[in-house]
């Protein structure tokens, strides 16, 4: 890639501006349905409760109706919902929390032609000790890769401190997974994820939005 075309990716201070106001309703969306799980609650109930704080924002939610490529079945929800086993991409619907279960919720937010997309999991009451060091040690490696982030540097670079990091806490990252999510006008739906458990296809998921990992 030559410098124009490096310059031509670049955000100007306006963007910038755009990307961080939809970054901040995103961050009030996970913040509100994060503090609303509990044993009982509905993943369909917290995706509803997702859209009704994006629109009132004057957003949309990213996911809605996205598909990753032509014959896939657009996503039905404003959120992932993807509980215990389920890596990423769980579809919201009848399935209650109970204690003990881990979810994570996946969102992102288009507001004024501009995506952010941020996911957090959130322990529903207290969990055994090996899910409580799964979810400490994808924190550690949040924190390991973000002073990665700096100009010069390549996304792979970033990738590869997220694995040393969880492969160095007793986990894995799962490699059909693998890859970097960044903000922008494109909404691309590759991440690189951390499990104990490999990734398991939800019965319900449509055809194209997961693959199973047997190498866990």
Not at 50 to 62: M, N, V, Y
Not at 124 to 151: H, K
Request: proline share 7%; with cysteine; glycine share 14%.
């Amino acid at each position: 890639m030559g410098e124009t075309d490096v310059a031509a990716t670049l955000r100007t201070p306006a963007e910038i501006i755009k990307l961080r106001d939809s970054g901040r309703l995103l961050a009030r969306v996970l913040d509100e349905v994060a503090g609303a799980v509990r044993p009982g609650v509905g993943t369909l109930e917290l995706d509803g409760m997702a859209f009704e704080i994006i629109t009132a924002g004057g957003a949309r939610p990213s996911f809605l109706g996205y598909a990753p490529e032509p014959g896939v079945t657009p996503f039905p929800g404003s959120i992932c919902a993807s509980v215990n086993r389920v890596v990423v991409h769980g579809i919201p619907g009848p399935e209650t929390l109970a204690a003990r279960d881990l979810i994570t919720i996946d969102c992102g937010v288009l507001l004024e032609g501009w995506h952010t997309d941020s996911a957090v999991a959130i322990a529903v009451g207290p969990v055994d000790e090996r899910l409580a060091g799964l979810l400490l040690a994808t924190e550690a490696a949040l924190a390991d890769a973000i002073p990665a982030l700096q100009p010069g540097n390549h996304l792979g670079d970033v990738g590869a401190i997220v694995q040393e990091s969880v492969a160095g806490a007793g986990f894995a990252v799962t490699p059909e997974l693998g890859g970097g999510m960044v903000s922008g006008r494109r909404s691309g739906r590759n991440r690189r994820c951390a499990t104990m458990a490999g990734a398991v296809r939800a019965p319900s998921w449509p055809p194209g939005w997961c693959r199973r990992s047997s190498r866990l």
